[in-house]
């Protein structure tokens, strides 16, 4: 028997902060912790959060009211809050909830051992969410040791957004642009790919302006870091997200044409298809040159496929204008959308704009917007039927009937009736033999 003590980590938001938890549980493991799944027997539980909408903070909120019970019957529970809502409310958070004993920002969670052991031997609570402007990432190796090694992973090259999109609070809880150094990004993809990774997701909220932040340039842009990194032997897929439109260049576009394992798809979120509504969000590019940008991917890429990320109901959004959105649907044809209700933030521009859309509103837009998206998702599925492509295998599929699920490189999820032989991480040809509502079906060649 170990007598390791138990930690939980539950985890909301994006990439970033599942990149996070697994830093995390890294740090825990080497202070010997043991990671559970089950909150009931954790002597320590973290609470990863999201601020992004209303209803992702209110999910965090709700455990942490659980929690507080829980502690009840375990006094000797520690309670850690991470992630963007403990960058946001900082100490307010200790002082509304007072089972809480750790407020730790994302910049500081490197700390959080030193912070948990402070609490266990002295009893001494902390807030820590200073947000140094010259942060630099510090390196971690994922230790990959004992573990079941995933065909895929995340890897962070800059942190923080300085855009500050009106409605976002990701330059708040995030703080400025942040590149991590080429070598430290290509050591850990060397040390991934030699334990067995093959796909690689390269990470931030706006890689497009990737090294921009250097001052005397010493770091390559972008597609020169793309290009580095797809010539890793062993990279057998690359993916990149989030981009914001006004910095993607014709030469990132180029390397589409240029890199073969540099998968199809590009998630460009334009977030509205009115030129006003854009420039209230302060998103910096017009519908015109949105579309540019959707026509020079597409020239250097045919079957690219590309996503994006719709809100809808932006303070003062007309009808017409939420009309020019739906349009723009019809012009783009996305393979995919998320699609969001706009909600105010703190410590945002737009929360204090006036004329806020009504809920019923807001739903009505939201249901018609992902109706007619879903239908035209359909109809690229339809178009795939027939055709042989390679799928990157993902892992048997929970119906546990002997199916298997793959990825395409532009991203869409194929099923299929496997063998005992298949891995996660293999690449297999298919053909497609039809579309279904989320996934198309296709047959092992
Ligand atoms: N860095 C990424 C976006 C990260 S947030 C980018 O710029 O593309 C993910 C998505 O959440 C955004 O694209 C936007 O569509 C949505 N979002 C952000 N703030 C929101 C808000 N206040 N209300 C509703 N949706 C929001
Ligand atoms: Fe938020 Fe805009 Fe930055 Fe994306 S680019 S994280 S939407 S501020
Ligand atoms: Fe949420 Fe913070 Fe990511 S607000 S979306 S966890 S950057």
Not at 321 to 343: G, I, P
Not at 382 to 388: F, I, M, R, S, W
Request: overall charge neutral; glycine content about 8%.
């Amino acid at each position: 028997m170990s007598f390791s003590k138990q930690a939980y980590i539950e985890t909301f938001g994006c990439q970033m902060n599942e990149r996070d938890t697994e830093i995390m549980a890294q740090l825990l493991s080497q202070a010997d912790y043991n990671i559970t799944g089950d909150i009931d027997q954790a002597d320590v539980v973290v609470v990863n959060t999201c601020s992004i909408r209303g209803k992702a903070e209110q999910k965090a909120m709700s455990l942490l009211g659980r929690l507080r019970l829980i502690k009840k019957k375990n006094p000797r529970l520690i309670v850690a809050v991470t992630g963007c809502v403990a960058q946001q409310e900082g100490s307010k958070i200790q002082a509304r909830m007072g089972h809480v004993d750790l407020v730790v920002g994302p910049q500081s969670i490197y700390r959080l051992p030193e912070l948990i052991k402070k609490v266990e031997q002295d009893g001494i609570k902390a807030t820590a969410i200073e947000q140094a402007a010259s942060f630099s990432i510090p390196s971690l190796l994922p230790d990959l040791a004992g573990t079941a090694l995933p065909h895929k992973r995340f890897v962070t090259i800059m942190q923080g957004c300085n855009n500050f999109c009106t409605y976002c609070v990701v330059p708040h809880t995030r703080g400025r642009e942040v590149s991590r150094s080429p070598e430290d990004i290509i050591d850990e993809i060397k040390h991934l790919v030699t334990h067995g990774v093959r796909e690689i997701t390269l990470l931030g909220q706006n890689v497009n302006s990737y090294g921009l932040d250097r001052q005397d340039g010493d770091y390559p842009d972008f597609p020169g870091l793309l290009r580095l990194v797809a010539a890793i032997p062993g990279v057998i897929r690359l993916r990149f997200t989030t981009s914001n439109p006004k910095d993607l260049s014709e030469d990132l576009m180029k390397c589409f044409a240029e890199l073969d394992n540099l998968c199809p798809h590009f998630h460009l979120p334009v977030q509205s298809g009115a030129d006003a509504v854009l420039k209230k969000m302060n998103r910096k590019y017009s519908i015109e040159q949105y579309l540019e940008k959707v026509e020079g991917l597409r020239k250097y890429s045919p079957d690219i496929a590309i996503t994006t990320d719709i809100i809808v109901g932006f303070p003062g959004e007309t009808d017409e204008e939420f009309a020019a959105t739906m349009l723009l649907l019809e012009k783009v044809r996305y393979h995919s959308a998320y699609s969001f209700k706009y909600s105010d933030r703190p410590n945002t521009v737009s929360a204090g704009f006036e004329n806020k859309v009504a809920e019923d509103v807001k739903a009505a837009r939201l249901s018609r917007l992902q109706t007619r998206q879903q239908e035209i998702t359909n109809e690229h599925y339809l178009a795939y039927v027939g055709q042989v492509v390679d799928i990157m295998v993902e892992g048997e599929s929970r119906t546990g009937d002997g199916q298997w699920s793959g990825r395409t490189g532009t991203n869409h999820i194929v099923n299929f009736a496997g063998h005992v032989d298949i891995k996660p991480g293999q690449i297999l040809r298919v053909k497609i033999d039809e579309a279904c509502l989320h996934s198309l079906r296709g047959s092992l060649i």
